[in-house]
């Protein structure tokens, strides 16, 4: 089955304990990103992907990490977490290409206190 | 700035009445939109989207209509069933920012049997 698995789905943490939300697809996929999701203001891209070894910041990329040894993986790492990126992560995936759809993992909500 | 928003965060619809959603967008540079639907504890799924270079697409129940002129788009479902009920997000691309997509805020749609 095609997806994008994302781990863990939930987590409580504490102030600066550093933090990896893994993301995979099966797809061959060279476009991959992370989104974040809070009321009131959609999805936010934090980080994007083209291909292996490829990585841009996206619109809300502060106190964020990223990195793409393989085609399927992009971890998400948060250094020294803080308690305003409590939030709902969601990876994508997609080919490359404008008309591309992404495809979505089910989310990982993290919480920092 | 919000380039694409959705205004109304909630709708509600009776079963097998018209839902309508509505997305307004600022740049004009935008030139394919798309909907993604959620549903609670899953990631955002892919519904339906429009290049610029139409005013309407349909999918079944979905059709969506883009007005250029008024950097307006719009979803409707008819009829609507209780199983559309989901947070629905509008996004948009831009040709020459490869696969970037920025999103709205979600409208809630509830569809009561």
């Known amino acids: 089955e095609a997806q994008v698995t994302q781990n863990p789905r939930y987590l409580i943490t504490v102030t600066g304990k550093k933090l990896t939300v893994t993301c995979s697809q099966n797809?061959?996929?060279?476009?991959m990103s992370w989104y974040r999701q809070d009321p009131g203001l959609g999805l936010r891209q934090i980080y994007y992907?083209?291909?292996?070894?490829?990585?841009d910041k996206g619109d809300v990329p502060e106190g964020y990490k990223v990195s793409r040894k393989e085609k399927r993986n992009f971890p998400l790492i948060l250094e020294s977490p803080s308690p305003n990126q409590t939030s709902l992560y969601f990876c994508a995936s997609s080919l490359l290409g404008h008309y591309q759809p992404q495809h979505f993992g089910d989310g990982t909500r993290l919480s920092i206190l | 700035d919000q380039q694409v928003k959705q205004n109304s965060p909630s709708l509600s619809v009776q079963e097998g009445r018209i839902s309508i959603l509505n997305c307004d967008y600022t740049n004009s540079m935008f030139d394919y939109f798309l909907w993604y639907k959620k549903y609670p504890a899953e990631g955002p799924t892919f519904l339906i989207s429009i290049s610029s270079i139409k005013d309407k697409n349909e999918d079944g129940r979905f059709t969506v209509f883009l007005n250029k002129s008024a950097k307006h788009l719009s979803l409707h479902i008819v009829p609507s069933q209780p199983g559309d009920s989901a947070v629905y997000f509008c996004a948009a691309k831009i040709e020459t920012s490869g696969s970037r997509l920025t999103f709205g805020e979600g409208t809630q749609l509830t569809v009561n049997p």
């Open positions: 992907s083209m291909n292996v070894e490829v990585t």
């Open positions: 797809m061959n996929h060279e476009y």
